[in-house]
């Protein structure tokens, strides 16, 4: 339950999503990484964070647990920034 | 460049990976003596990463009717069942593996891999959603995008996530298939069966186990982790391997859905490929019905698995949180991973070197699997090497004594 107690620390900081979702997916970046990061639209996930496969799949389930949605396989395969992800969440949130 | 020059990064990697003079993934035996030892490099090296769970690769009326249906039938079936006709054996092998489960339909397929492949893309299409288990094997991600369904993964071994993930597809048309295996490949550990269970029965999902590393080891009649937890009438298809506790290899699904016929002519990892040969279908006969009638196999696998996972923990080796056939000992980096490999192949033991991604951590992995044909003192040999390649590297304190008298 260790992510949990990761996502428990973003949710009370961050409380109910009224910032944009690029201000929520920051901080949960940091979450996950360990330290804090820069992000825009056009940051490289893999590329330019240095993430590797586990930790790509460890931040995508701390996204999924924030916005309680689940993000399909083929979709996280589509996404390579930070741009993607976030039209990937609206898209799910909004057929939630 | 070359048209591979998409896969440099994994070149690098690799060519590093040869740089200290080992190749993991290209050992060479010069001769396999027996389910538990080979020569390699000029020396008898014990087998401790074979998955040859109860030692029947040399089991002699396992071999004789290999070449009893040899003799008769042929080398090979020269194509797939579909354009070349199933063989007696075919059948003969289908109805022994849905009588030993007690389901009324059984498939065989020409390996374990092409079985998950043929099931996972048949059993859901598009608009359906599969749930699969962050760990699972890569047959299973593999199969999981021939079918075209949504694929949604969930925390591993974590019933919760499990639900949470179901119950936001409320509402949603199409089926839900869970898949999960009995015992997991890389750390050894089981499944909870009895909780996804209970997930699959609230949500009206269908259950999939894949019972690969747990045929012949878990169960009191060695059906696999769904009989060992009582649980099997929950679950809708098993699905296993003859590679490993079997001795030969193919691949096989069971259960007691209705129409499961229609897999014959929509599977197209079933149709599309050749048929096992006789030979093959001979032995794993034979081998099934040895795993049903010789239960001391089981015994002496677990008592096995037992010693070795007692004996690494008492030497202060951190390993995976069961005693099962498959023992995964984590190492602190991957220099120290290859170099205690190396060391321990020079030394006579064979084992298999598993590295990220392929583990489920960032931590890489020397994985071992016992035998049911190993003897107490091939384990004890395996410890001992274990032992001083650990003080050797540093993993382990230089002269800690052993904790109860185990070894």
Partial sequence: ?96 | MSILAKHAAYKTAYDALRAHGVDPLNVRFEHVLSPTEGILNGRRTILLGTHNYLGLTFDSACIEKAVEATRSQGTGTTGSRVANGSYDGHLRLEQALAEFYGRRDAMVFTTGYQANLGVLSSLVARGDHLMLDADSHASIYDGSRLGGSEVIRFRHNNPDDLYKRLRRLEGAPGDRLIVVEGIYSMMGDTAPLKEIAAVKRETGAYLLVDEAHSLGVLGQTGRGLAEALDVEADVDFIVGTFSKSLGSVGGFCVSNCADFDVMRIVCRPYMFTASLPPGVIASTLEALHTLRSKPALRASLMSNARRLYDGLGALGFTTGPEANPIVAVVMPSQEVAVACWKLLLDSGLYLNLALPPATPTNAPLLRTSVSAAHTARQIDAALGMFAEAGRALGILPAHRRRAGGAV
Avoid at chain 1, 20 to 41: C, K, M, Y
Avoid at chain 1, 75 to 91: K, M, Y
């Fill in chain 1, 1 to 96: 339950m260790r992510e949990n107690h990761q996502l428990s620390l973003v949710e009370n900081e961050v409380g109910t999503a009224v910032r944009p979702i690029r201000d929520d997916i920051s901080l949960i970046f940091e979450q996950v990484l360990g330290h804090p990061v820069q992000i825009t639209d056009k940051t490289d996930i893999v590329g330019d964070l240095g993430m590797d496969s586990l930790g790509v799949m460890n931040f995508v389930m701390a996204i999924e647990d924030f916005y309680d949605i689940s993000i399909p396989l083929d979709r996280i395969a589509q996404v390579q920034t930070v741009g993607d992800l976030i039209r990937a969440v609206e898209h799910l949130r909004a057929g939630a």
